[in-house]
């Protein structure tokens, strides 16, 4: 059975500063695709940043960027230039390809401090 | 904009009392799922359908059903909701071909 956990329950970072969340997963799947979501305290989540796993290459979108360790199933989210707008559960989540079956972690509460 | 809804945004309803949820979505997406999303903790897959095709977790209580007449609605319905059962029931899309899921702003259920 798969499994995602994030051991950061909460942490917090000045505005204008870099943070890195972590994320680990276990899995016997070959391919499958890693996401970062946001739940801002409005509650609706949107999608940050998404890694298919026969992509070596880390993906980046923006001020986000991962860092994506296959061998070791560590996926961590870094966030650079902090704005109080990412004040937010951040949710490491993971899908085998083929499946409908999302698993979430449990989340990192991430404040942004002014 | 297209989107997924959800009613009502808060939700109060009694011990024992039924009580249903909805969502609605504009995306023409073929896979909807119903989450439990206590607080502190993951969201929990409840159920999903693949079309009209219904997948039922194998953990999910019985208390909890599920209808999707058509592509765009799906409906949580709890039939004898407890006191375990308040939480944040979020509704998700997805599309075939498309591993990101598209939420609705959640549904807080409260039981008295």
């Known amino acids: 059975a798969q499994t995602v956990t994030q051991s950061q329950p909460e942490m917090s970072v000045q505005e204008a500063e870099t943070v890195t969340l972590s994320c680990t997963y276990d899995?016997?799947?070959?391919?499958?695709?890693l996401f970062w979501y946001k739940q801002p305290p409005s509650r609706q989540m949107i999608l940050v940043i998404r890694?298919?796993?026969?992509?070596?290459q880390n993906a980046t979108e923006n001020r986000f960027s991962v860092n994506f360790q296959k061998a070791a199933k560590s996926f961590s989210l870094k966030i650079s230039d902090s704005q109080l707008g990412d004040t937010a559960m951040y949710f490491c989540?993971?899908?085998?390809?083929?499946?409908?079956?999302?698993?979430f972690g449990t989340g990192t509460r991430l404040k942004v401090l002014a | 904009d297209a989107m997924v809804i959800q009613n009502p945004r808060y939700q109060v309803t009694q011990f024992g009392k039924p009580v249903t949820l909805s969502c609605s979505q504009t995306?023409?997406?073929?896979?909807m799922y119903w989450y439990q999303q206590k607080s502190s903790q993951a969201p929990k897959l409840l159920f999903h359908?693949?079309?009209?095709?219904?997948?039922n977790e194998a953990d999910t209580p019985d208390n909890f059903q599920s209808r999707r007449p058509n592509t765009s609605f799906c409906f949580l319905d709890i039939r004898s909701p407890g006191l375990g059962d308040a939480a944040m029931y979020l509704c998700?899309?997805?599309?075939?071909?498309?591993?990101?899921?598209?939420f609705g702003s959640g549904t807080q259920l409260s039981v008295l």
């Open positions: 989540a993971f899908t085998a390809s083929g499946t409908y079956k999302y698993i």
């Open positions: 899995t016997s799947e070959n391919n499958y695709y």
């Open positions: 890694q298919e796993a026969y992509k070596q």
């Open positions: 995306l023409n997406h073929n896979v």
């Open positions: 359908y693949y079309d009209k095709d219904f997948n």
């Open positions: 998700a899309t997805k599309d075939r071909g498309n591993e990101k899921l598209f």
